[in-house]
């Protein structure tokens, strides 16, 4: 039996509907039963409750040969370090107390740079370090998967596009990046999560297709969202964090995010392997995009 935390987001998702599909017996947890509905009609066995409780997690992990673990973002959250790790250390101890042979934890391209005073080096991708660094001590075989940044994540942006006919971020429209969509990085989940392998911990990249920048996203979005004049303006840190406060975001929240991009800038979220035919998954932007133009029209 493999327990799946995120069941009813991206990732988690997709790896629910790949392990019941292979005939797996799987554990669906997430705060709500009616956002997991779509994990049950698939077979799974719904375990509704919150992540940050270790009571209930150690119930989540009880009798699972494996797990899949990530850590649930409450951008909203006043003091978003101290709330990751809460949480980061009631998974991680849960895993120990219900000593859960196998682990295959979500963490992100990034994750190998300690994220420093108030997490100025990654922004929000200090805190995954951290959650390395518990994983690590697990007598289990653990994986922790870095994959680059998720296509899905520029779905946040949509109403802001809509409404001003521009991407606004403050990544430079020069650099390019892996970036990922989800379905592949809970395909590889997946994978890890059903293989047999020795104690220890072993670090997977999951890099998407190719390299690309924010304007080749936004010129293959623009068109799906009915927005063909779509293009990506770069707005100095500064200002996006403005931006970011005046959407609603919370002030930590969006000095992380500008914290983060500025990492992306600098170059210090990268492909430590290298990009090769182990760590390249299949779905390129246009695919990604193809399969979101029925729903975001
Ligand atoms: N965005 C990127 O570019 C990127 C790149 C690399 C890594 N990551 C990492 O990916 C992770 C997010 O993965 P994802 O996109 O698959 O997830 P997601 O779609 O954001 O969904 C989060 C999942 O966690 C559940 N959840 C949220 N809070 C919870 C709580 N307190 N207790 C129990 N369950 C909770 C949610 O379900 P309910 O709300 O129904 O409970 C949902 O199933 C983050 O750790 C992020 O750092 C992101």
Redesign the pocket.
Known sequence: MITV?????????RVVERLCAEGERVRA????AD??AAAVAQGAEPVV????DPEFLRVAFDGADAAYV?????VAAAGYAGQQAA?GTAIAGALAATAVPRVVA????GADVPGGPDLEATG??G??HDQEGRLRTLDAAVTLL?????L??FLFAVDAMRGHGVHADSIDPQVSLPM?A?RD??DVAAEELRRTGPQGVVVREVLGAADVTVPDVVAALGPALGLPDLTYVRVPDEEMVGVLREAGMPADGARLHVAMNRAFNEGRVASLAGRGAENSTPTTVGDWVATLTAVAR
Do not use: H, I, Q
């Open positions: 935390l995120g069941a009813s987001g991206n990732t988690g998702g947890v997430g705060r709500d956002r997991l409750g919150d992540a940050r990530l850590m649930p973002m409450d949480v979500l963490s992100s391209l929000y991708l805190t995954l870095r994959p680059g940044m998720f899905e994540s990922v989800t990085v809970g």
